[in-house]
RNA sequence: GCGGGGAUGCCGGAGUGGUCAAACGGGCUUGGCUUAGGACCAAGUGGCUUAGUGCUUGCGCAGGUUCGAAUCCUGUUCCCCGCACCA
């Protein structure tokens, strides 16, 4: 091998470049800042990632642009704090290892799936052994893509870090005083045997069933009500009748004031769902049939009329109906009015049924205004135990409810849609005292101990008011002041901080802080990662003070300045203080509706003014190979996957060339291929070209059309860093400025400082996205110190020169016009061209150099004015020259 | 339905009133280099035409404004995301 030419050996070897280099960030603690009096500071951060599991190729993503965004901030002169903690509150790992626990083979063959043995799932049935497991491993992958994070600020949440524990309910007190914490009713699924509320982990049967509202309408019947149950109280101007099973015994029960009938099995849900009730006496269905009774809100009396289809274990085991758009009540009245058997056994007037006819009250686009008659015709539902009925009942509620508007028939509310309607008609009804609200589940859900679970209504559950008005305009304001990174999620963030509601932020069980007042409550886990990004100021110091003495006077001096403070928490104030607030917080796009939100109305409920949120980065969901990524699609991808199989620099670099803004990034792996192709080429070049030279030629014409475009490229790419668009940022600061020295490189003897001033400015503006390599070829290059903390190259508007950039463009023109003329001339004469004649406007002559034409056409060429007395001109080709279109001539 | 985002070549995507058949990246075709492959280099990649510098088609669909539109306006179709108490 001959050692003596560099390019001999093009390829090297990533990997040792990439360990070579993490070392030694980790032995300089190049990452680890404080507080800095007079530098001024850049704060970055990402919501930190839920541990139960190895981190994914969409953590690369998150993490990569927060670390491109920390190391273009570095560049540019800030202490740049780039913190990372870990979240383990909440149920999922809690339950996974509760399964584990009892061995259930679905969680073991997961944990066999991430490659542990059959010991090692055992200690995973401990919650301490999955973040003594995966805390590490994240941390590893992060170091090992090259995140310049201060690790000494690391953490983790809930009650295994004490301090973190104290911080938060310092947090939930500080809310709690200010009001915005209040308590009330909440439906949650509920196991009545363990007495306990059932989340999806603890369930057999029922995964994402959960509680729905129906309204209770309430018919006088005599001195009783009868009780229906509905999910569309919007429809009560089209009730014909009222449904009821004569097979089964109802109960009369008292409620309030008032009797009403409805199942017995109804009467136990409403035990669970906190009314007081007393059991009076069973009222037999059949006799019920035949009589009348009235309907709220429309007070029109209606026949109540058996059918089948009722079922004493749903709702109240009564229905009302509505046949116009409930394909179930249709089609029983169908049934019925063909059945004069029943009609008979019940002694019902046959002319009294045969009149009931569907009222139209909505009118949807797809369906009409009788959609239950349209659907039943479509689908050619025969019976009422068709089970195609639920699908039917299913797409019409829908339909009715995005599309549907209230017809003539609907009083008062004719004109409204639906939408609307449904939550007057609440309203107006439940102040009439005609409705009350009741929670049904979804659908079957059996709790993992075997019993059936019900809704129970929590009537002790806290909840963070973000209903309030005052509290929304201060979120907005503090909005209206924050850079957000693309600008058009604004719309998205006012909108959902009109529309975010209270929020439960207490659970029965999973891991977390306990709620401080009322400690049978733990602290969900939205709830207690909305302000930890100040957390980060102090954690490496927290972490060695005494965790006694932190309560809420050491938090009420560190975060407002309220007392005194021994040394060790002065320190933490400045800490504070000088790094607060953050001033760019990245996430996915699904976090704008909770996570990011949250984080706003509890940093304006808690902080002053000068320390709310600066600006916040919101991005789409990764793409693998176009498609999302997923474990049954086989493209679910982990960190440490993907660094078997790319070098750190070419997934950080390819997963920022996937894509920017609000759309979806799309990681394509022919694109980290590319990549890495062309860092290796682009380490060969700086190997072979870079020469430290004082020779200071002047400037040719090429030089300058180079150098014009570096700085063009450099102002782009600037710009498109500060708005965090890393993939135009790559664009611009790696393939276009390669493209420009390719084709200076092309027009042939570069000057040797230009291009060393080239590759000075390169490395750079590649550290942020290939850290590994750029300080590998900044060593190389003989630069001191690191290129982490390298100056960002500044573009120089004086140099760029859009006038001869153009001009350069018509020589290009030109060579394209030459070559294809020369293959023209070979394609009809069979002969070779063998020397160019151009003729070019005088002006023009300054930029048509001969010997660079020569090199990039492979034949000689003759450049002359068209005006020159000694051109070689036999056919007259000068005269077809124009400004910008040369003539040519080829002999 | 509401809120948000989209629709450009074989693909991913630039481009927001003229100089854009359309950057950059990928794919593909041909040629060079090579034992072969990879890599690299060169040419091509809507249609027509041509010893060139030309014409034409086109930016979801249909209209409109304008001397001129992928870009502005109106209508319309389709796609994606969210609509919650779950991380």
């Known amino acids: ?36 009096e007079g530098k001024p500071k850049y704060f970055v951060n990402f919501p930190y990632p839920y541990i139960n599991s190895y981190l994914h190729l969409g953590h690369a993503f998150s993490a990569t642009r927060v670390d491109v965004m920390a190391r273009y901030k570095r560049a540019q002169g800030f202490n740049v704090l780039f913190p990372q903690g870990w979240h383990c509150t909440g149920t999922p790992v809690w339950a996974a290892a509760q399964r584990l626990r009892e061995k259930e083979p679905k969680q ?61 309910a310092w947090q939930f007190r500080k809310l709690k005083e200010k009001g915005y914490l209040v308590k009330g009713k909440h439906p949650v699924v509920w196991c009545p045997k363990d007495q306990m509320p059932v989340g999806d982990h603890d369930r057999l049967e029922g995964e994402g069933e959960t509680p729905q509202e129906f309204s209770l309408l309430k018919f006088a019947f005599g001195d009783d009500f009868l009780i229906a149950a509905t999910l569309r109280p919007e429809t009560v101007f089209g009730q014909t009748n009222f449904w009821v099973n004569p097979d089964v015994q109802y109960m009369r029960i008292k409620v309030k004031n008032e009797r009403w009938i409805v199942s017995y099995e109804c009467a136990q849900k409403l035990l669970e769902q906190d009314w007081q009730i007393e059991f009076l006496d069973p ?53 019925l009015q063909k059945d004069t058997e029943t009609l008979k056994l019940y002694g019902l007037d046959s002319k009294v049924i045969s009149a ?207 007392g005194t403070g021994d040394a060790e928490m002065q320190r933490m104030r400045k800490e504070f203080l000088y790094w607060y607030p953050f001033d760019v917080r990245s996430s996915a796009k699904d976090l704008i509706q909770n996570h990011l939100s949250f984080c706003l109305f509890n940093h304006v409920a808690i902080f002053p003014e000068e320390h709310w949120p600066k600006g916040f980065s919101v991005n789409g969901w990764l793409l693998v190979g176009g498609e999302k990524m997923s474990k049954s699609k086989g493209n679910f991808f982990t960190i440490r996957d993907m660094l078997e199989k790319y070098p750190a620099d070419a997934l950080r670099a390819g997963l920022m060339f996937g894509g920017e803004g609000l759309d979806d990034p799309n990681f394509d792996f022919t694109n980290a291929e590319t990549v890495q192709q062309k860092l290796e080429q682009w380490y060969s070049f700086v190997q072979d070209y870079y020469h430290p030279s004082s020779d200071e030629k002047e400037l040719n014409r090429s030089d300058k059309i180079f150098v014009s475009a570096i700085h063009r490229y450099l102002k782009e790419g600037t710009e498109a860093m500060e708005l965090m668009n890393f993939r135009s940022g790559f664009d611009r600061l790696f393939f276009q400025m390669q493209r420009v020295l390719k084709e200076y490189l ?16 390169q490395i750079p503006l590649l550290s942020p996205f290939c850290p590994h390599l750029a300080e590998e070829l900044w060593e190389k290059i003989g630069k001191k110190g690191f290129v982490s903390f390298a100056s960002w190259p500044a573009s120089d508007p004086s140099k760029i020169d859009l006038k001869l950039e153009e001009t350069e463009k018509v020589v290009d023109k030109t060579v394209s016009d030459v070559m294809n003329v020369l293959k023209l001339v070979k394609e009809k004469s069979g002969k070779e061209g063998q020397t160019i004649y151009l003729y070019v406007m005088p002006q023009e002559l300054s930029f048509f150099d001969a010997a660079v034409m020569t090199r990039r056409v492979g034949k000689e060429v003759k450049v002359f004015a068209v005006n020159d007395k000694n051109k070689h001109d036999p056919e007259g080709k000068a005269a077809k020259a124009k400004p910008g279109k040369p003539g040519i001539f080829i002999s």
């Not at 360990?19 to 800095?36: M, N, T, Y």
């Not at 003897?749 to 000075?760: C, G, L, R, S, T």
């Open 356 to 562: 009931i006819h569907p009222i139209p009250i909505i009118e949807s686009k797809t369906y009409g205004d009788l959609p239950a008659l349209r659907i039943i015709e479509q689908l050619k539902i025969k019976n009422q135990q068709d089970p195609r009925l639920e699908q039917a009942t299913q797409t019409i509620y829908k339909e009715g409810f995005y599309s549907g508007k209230l017809k003539a028939a609907c009083g008062t509310y004719a004109g409204m849609s639906v939408v609307l309607a449904k939550d007057k008609m609440k309203v107006d009804m439940a102040a009439a005292g005609l409705l009350e609200p009741f929670y049904e589940l979804s659908g079957k859900v059996t709790c993992r101990c075997l019993t059936p679970c019900a809704v129970k209504v929590v009537s002790d559950q806290w909840f963070l008011n973000y209903g309030d008005k005052t509290w929304k305009d201060l979120v907005k304001k503090c909005l209206s002041k924050m850079n957000l990174y693309p600008e058009l999620v604004r719309q998205q963030f006012n909108y959902v901080v009109d529309w975010l509601n209270a929020w439960a932020c207490t659970h029965h069980h999973g891991t977390g802080t306990k709620l401080p007042w009322d400690e049978h409550w733990v602290i969900e886990s939205l709830s207690d990662s909305t302000i930890y990004m100040a957390y980060y100021t102090i954690a490496h110091l927290i972490k060695d003070y005494p965790v006694e003495k932190i309560d809420d006077s050491f938090f009420d001096y560190i975060f407002f300045g309220k």
């Open 108 to 168: 073991t063959a997961i944990m066999k799936s991430l490659g542990f043995s059959d010991d090692e799932i055992e200690k995973f049935s401990d919650v301490e052994h999955w973040i003594d497991t995966f805390v590490p491993a994240a941390q590893e992958d992060f170091s090992r893509i090259g995140a310049s994070v201060d690790w000494r600020r690391s953490f983790i949440t809930t009650s295994l870090n004490p301090p973190y524990d104290r911080f938060i």
């Open 746 to 761: 092309k027009r042939g003897e570069p000057n040797q400082a230009v291009v060393n001033y080239f590759i000075e400015c």
């Open 283 to 335: 009222v037999p269905g059949s006799e019920l049939v035949g009589k009348y009774c009235k309907a709220p809100l429309i007070n029109r009396e209606i026949i109540i009329l058996p059918a089948s289809f009722v079922d004493p274990r749903f709702g109240t085991g009564l229905v009302t109906s509505v046949p116009s758009d409930a394909p179930y009540d249709y089609i029983a009245l169908l049934d």
């Open 1 to 36: 091998m001959n050692t003596s030419e560099p390019s001999a050996s093009p390829s090297f070897d990533f990997a040792s470049i990439e360990k070579k280099w993490q070392k030694k960030w980790g032995a300089e603690h190049l990452f680890e800042v404080d507080a800095q």
